[in-house]
C-alpha cells in the first residue's frame, strides 16, 4: 500500500531516505529550513569519502561492519540516477613519514586481522608509480582498494532533481516547531499529517535534543594548476593528520580538523595553516595553489560516536552519523524503509536501533 511519508532535514541522510521511499513508489515531503540554494547543513562541509577500511585506523570496527557494502550501495545508486556526477572508486592512500612506518605497520595489522584483507606497506616507489605527483621520496603507505569519494554538492543536487522529478514536494523554507503523531508542525501554524515521519535534522534535532555534540570540522578548498592527484591522500602525522580529496579539474578539498565545538565560525588561522602545511607534505606544488573557499561546520555525534535510529512513538529520528554521513547514509536509509514498510530491525546490526 502506497504510504505518505513525511522527511525532516535535506542533508544526506534526508535525501537518501527520501529517494529510498520514493523509489519504493511511496509519497514523500521533504521540509528543509534552507532554501535551496545555500545549504548550511554538514553533509555540504564534508569530503565525501567512502572509507570503510580506512575507518578501521581510528573508529569502532562497527563503523567498518555498516559501512563495508557502501561503496557498493554508492555505485547502485549512482546509477540509477543517471545524472553528471563526481564520483571515483579507485581506492584511498594512506601515507606516513618513513620515520614513522612502525604506526603503519600496526594500522596494517590491525585492518587484516580485522578483514579479509592483505595489506603490504608500500615502498615510496610504489607510491611513485600509483600517484606521481606525490612527494614520496621519504614516505611509505598502504593502499585501500575497495574505497571511493562522491562529490557532496553533485549528489544532493542529483538527489533532489530525483526527488522533484519522481513527483516529491521538497518545502524549503519551511521550519519545523514540533513532531507529535506523525504530524509536523510548522511555523505559522500549518500541521501536515503523515504514516511516518523520519527526522534527519542533525544537532537541529527535536527528538534528540541535549544527547548529541557537535564536532567541528574544517575544510579548505583549492585549485592547484600543477597538481594531479587521483585518489583521497590520508596523511596518517601524530599532530596533523590530513586529508587530501581530488574533485577533477585540479580542484581538491584538504581537511581533517576534529574539534569538540558546536562552534561554526570561520576557519581558525591555526588550522588553515596546519591543513596548508600538511598539504605541502604531500606534494610541494601546493604551495602555488589557489585558495578557493574555506568551510566550516558541525557534525553531530553521540557519545559513542556511533549512529542511531531512534524508534519513537511519534516519527523515526535518524542521527549521530558523526562524519561518516557518506559512508552511512546509504545502509541507514534501507533499514529506516524497511521498519517503516515491514516493522524489520536487522537483527544483526541491533545496535544501531534506540
Partial sequence: MKKNIGVVGCGIVGLLVSYKFSQLGHKVTIFEKDNGLNFS????????????????IHSNKKIFELGETSLLKWKKIIKELNSRIFFKSKGSLVVTQIAEKSDLELICERVNSHTKSKLKILTNKQIQKLEPDIDSIN?????????????CLEIMNALIKFLKLNGSLIKFESHVEEIKKNTVSLKGGERINFDHVIECTGLDSIGEKGKLRGVRGEIIKVFAENVNITRPIRL???RYPTYITPRGKNNYLIGATEIE???SSPVSVRSALELLSSSMLISKSFSEARILELSTNCRPAYIDN?????IKNDFI???????????LSPLIAELIADYCLNKKKDKKLSYIYN
Fill in 236 to 238: 596518517h602525522h601524530f
Fill in 306 to 310: 556511533l549512529p542511531s535510529i531512534n
Fill in 317 to 327: 529520528s535518524a542521527n549521530g552519523l558523526y562524519r561518516h554521513g557518506y559512508l
Fill in 261 to 263: 565545538s558546536k562552534d
Fill in 41 to 56: 547543513n554538514c553533509s555540504v562541509t564534508a569530503a565525501g569519502m567512502i572509507s570503510p577500511y580506512c575507518e578501521l
Fill in 139 to 151: 614516505l611509505t603507505g598502504l593502499l585501500f582498494k575497495d574505497e571511493g569519494q562522491v562529490d
